[in-house]
């Protein structure tokens, strides 16, 4: 039950993309920042499948991801008392304002999104339309719940800034209606993890080693066995220090991460260490903060069922939410809706 709707409490939206299995970089770097903020917000966080539609997926692979993904959030603290968690898929005013917006987004704008040149590099077979449209999508996730802030990483800034845009632009042309967001970018609280192989690049779930990204899910031994394979360097010193030694500074800052240390007390502990002890301890912070997860996670993999209820639940809840913004939208632009607002009752 989701008792904190009121108005006092402002909203927080985030989600993430049901394309595969997790690492420790989407733990450290976004859902463990969630958690927290269901203290203060009105929070809703989101699996958005709709998104994953934009590589080909295997449907048989999505639709366990998905199950999986929202597992994850809730077996890292996203407590579907405290926060509305659902998948996209099953709210359909996400399609339906994103087509909506999609008119107030412009073919330049999209063009100089970096995420669509890069994947659009990276997918050149399959440019699709949606491809070019997704940023229009996540301006509808966010605008339809009226979000005041959205946990993202650095990489989702530029999306931020066009969904900005276009909720100003609607405003402009038809009154206040959608609010205008505000990212929430960690700044040191949160880590940016680094590929434990290739340091110089964000840990990515798609990586092509095994050994260069840890999953939420690995085992004690294979996180040890990952951390020790990390790539270091021959200078021999542990300290922070990006571009010469960015493995050594990736270790100290997932340390940090899974610890909740300060930079300062990372180099106060491993002062005078050797890099083995360094991977080592890393690796025992990691499986200390992901036993507990791993076993809540089984906990509610076991009982899909349960799961799907939450799940329905959450999304009849953010249905209902995401319909009075729709109402809104479509009266202010000469849309019918008085069908809507009986069915609703909104
Ligand atoms: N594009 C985001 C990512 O790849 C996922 C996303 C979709 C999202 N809609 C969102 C994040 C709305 C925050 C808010 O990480």
């Given amino acids: 039950m989701a008792t904190q709707a009121s108005p006092a409490r402002k909203i927080a939206f985030s989600a993430a993309q049901p394309t595969g299995q997790l690492t420790i970089g989407n733990l450290f770097g976004a859902i463990q920042n969630w958690v ?5 917000y009105d929070t809703l966080f989101c699996v958005v499948d709709l998104h994953a539609l934009t590589v080909r997926q295997d449907p048989q692979q999505l639709r366990r991801h998905i199950l999986e993904l929202a597992a994850i959030y809730m077996a890292s603290g996203v407590d579907p008392r405290q926060s509305e968690v659902f998948i996209q898929s099953q709210v359909p005013q996400h399609a339906e304002l994103a087509w909506i917006l999609s008119t107030f987004a412009q073919l330049g ?31 509808a996730d966010i605008l339809l719940y009226g979000a005041h802030v959205v946990p993202v990483g650095e990489d989702q800034k530029q999306h931020l800034e066009l969904t900005r845009d276009i909720a100003i ?23 940016r993890v680094r590929d434990l192989q290739y340091p110089e690049k964000k840990m990515s779930k798609s990586a092509e080693a095994e050994l260069s990204r840890v999953m939420i899910l690995d085992d004690d031994a294979t996180v040890l066995k990952k951390f020790k394979k990390a790539v270091t360097d021959s200078l021999g010193e542990i300290r922070f220090n990006e571009d010469a030694q960015a493995g050594v500074t990736n270790l100290l800052t997932i340390w940090c991460a899974a610890t909740g240390r300060r930079q300062e007390e990372a180099l106060d502990h491993f002062s005078h260490n050797m890099y083995g002890k360094l991977k080592v301890e890393t690796a025992e912070a990691v499986n200390a903060v992901l036993g507990p997860i791993r076993e809540n996670y089984r906990q509610l993999m076991a009982d899909p069922g349960e799961l799907e209820r939450i799940l329905n639940q959450g999304a009849e809840r953010a249905a209902h939410r995401a319909e009075k913004t729709m109402v809104q939208v479509m009266d202010v632009l000469g849309l019918p809706v008085a069908g809507r607002r009986m069915r609703a009752g909104v």
């Fill in 36 to 40: 927290p903020l269901q203290e203060h």
């Fill in 109 to 139: 704008e999209l063009e100089r999104m970096t995420q669509f040149k890069d994947k659009a590099q990276r997918h050149r077979h399959n440019v699709n339309a949606g491809l070019f449209t997704y940023p229009v999508l996540m301006a």
């Fill in 169 to 191: 632009r609607f405003n402009n042309l038809f009154g206040p209606v959608l609010q205008i967001p505000e990212p929430l970018i960690p700044t040191q609280g949160a880590a």
